[in-house]
């Protein structure tokens, strides 16, 4: 499953907004209140009405859909007199292109208040794409999309002190359940990780999707070597090393930061192996889908939202992601990837990934007034007054003095071979001077 296009018409803050998307990876930003955590939501919408179509045939996923509100819809406040009036609009309407089961379609749907939010026909095509899932969902060949939608609220917490139980065989479905809610839930996790490694005791064997999951989870988390359900805790343990610190640290200990990658990756993984338990220890690789995460900084510290980016997109190749993010860290980490789309909000549009300082991504892309440059502009200001020094040099000195000079700038330009704007300035004064001093 991939969405390709989105469209919004009197959804919330939105009187009409169209958005496209990266097949791989999306990055929202905009200031607060520019619609990030609401474009995510109105995916997510969509995305619920390929879940209608499961619903619709078995009792599974009954209580998982996405609720539609009156607060959805637009509104405005206008001046009546001496009072003020809120008045939505008649009905908001959501469009989205993409692909799902290997096939285009396009669907939308409206929201309504009058008919107490009917919703139209026009999603029959997404619906259909569902329903055709579940005709054939015994079939070895066919493969699930995984869904999750990660919001501000995802905590990943113990979930009480009550003994986790093990789950008795379901449906492939169950992978989709609560897929759309924001906020975190770990007790389905936490039971077909502890049903599994069970599993793998009692009959002895090695359990593909399970050591999948515990591949996903190590190579997401910097400084992991070794997770798994621990029977005497009842609960997820991970070995790893933290400030050169070799550790054991079960699942509730461990700081927000670790809990909040480790509980969502293991999540994602969790609901590929539910979905698609026949593709064994490929089940991670071989899953395509589409994940939904607001605040993909959270609770990171800025060292790791510098690979998480990276991590997220070699763990799950076939996923389609979109983020939201006001950390200049995980932008400045977009730099180099063709499979990245950076959409400014309030510029309505992608915006190119520069090579740039985070004070240069602060001030100009998000705004933010730097009165102090960062040391490695200082650096860069300080390499162009030398190298300016040198190329005056040039002209008058002889044929051995100018290549000792010529090897003094390419020198001064290598520390900031990553930053080809400033190179290539450079090195056009050097050609202009060269070209006079053949002249």
Request: negative net charge; aromatic residues 8%; hydrophobic residues 40%.
């Amino acid at each position: 499953m991939q969405i390709k296009k989105l469209g919004l018409t009197n959804f919330r803050c939105f009187e009409r907004y169209d958005l496209e998307l990266s097949d791989r990876f999306t990055l929202l930003i905009g200031d607060n209140g520019s619609g990030k955590t609401c474009i995510l939501d109105a995916l997510a919408s969509a995305i619920s009405e390929f879940l209608e179509g499961f619903s619709s045939d078995c009792n599974i996923l009954d209580n998982d859909k996405r609720p539609r509100q009156k607060d959805d819809i637009r509104y405005e406040l206008l001046k009546f007199g001496q009072d003020t009036k809120k008045e939505h609009r008649a009905s908001a309407l959501l469009s989205a292109e993409g692909i799902v089961d290997n096939e285009e379609i396009g669907w939308f749907f409206s929201i309504k208040l009058i008919e107490p939010f009917k919703l139209t026909d026009t999603v029959a095509s997404i619906r259909r794409i569902a329903y055709r899932y579940v005709g054939k969902i015994t079939e070895q060949d066919t493969l699930l999309p995984v869904i999750g939608y990660y919001g501000t609220g995802r905590l990943w917490k113990k979930i009480d002190d009550r003994e986790v139980n093990t789950l008795s065989p379901n449906s492939r479905l169950v992978g989709y359940r609560n897929c759309l809610n924001p906020a975190s839930n770990l007790e389905q996790l936490f039971r077909w990780f502890k049903t599994q490694e069970l599993a793998a005791l009692q009959k002895q064997e090695r359990r593909h999707a399970l050591e999948a999951v515990r591949e996903a989870i190590i190579s997401m988390v910097p400084g992991s070597q070794r997770v798994w359900w621990d029977i005497d805790w009842d609960e997820i343990l991970i070995e790893i090393t933290i400030q050169e610190k070799t550790q054991t640290i079960p699942f509730h200990l461990l700081s927000d930061g670790y809990r909040n990658m480790i509980g969502m990756v293991a999540d994602i993984a969790y609901r590929m192996a539910t979905l698609n338990p026949q593709l064994e220890a490929d089940v991670i690789k071989k899953t395509k889908g589409i994940v939904l995460i607001d605040e993909i900084d959270l609770h990171l510290h800025p060292k790791w939202q510098r690979q998480v980016v990276e991590r997220l997109l070699n763990t799950f190749p076939k996923v389609q992601f979109v983020a939201t993010s006001h950390s200049p860290f995980i932008i400045q980490s977009l730099y180099h990837r063709d499979d990245v789309l950076l959409w400014d909000l309030e510029k309505a549009g992608p915006v190119e990934v520069d090579s740039k300082s985070i004070e240069d991504i602060a001030e100009n892309q998000q705004g933010v007034e730097i009165p102090q440059q960062s040391q490695r502009f200082l650096d860069m200001e300080k390499a162009a007054e030398a190298y300016y020094t040198v190329l005056k040099q040039l002209p008058p000195a002889s044929e051995e003095e100018k290549q000792r000079l010529k090897q003094r700038l390419d020198e001064l330009l290598l520390p900031y071979s990553d930053d080809p704007a400033f190179q290539a300035f450079l090195k056009m004064e050097r050609q202009a001077v060269e070209d006079n001093a053949k002249g």
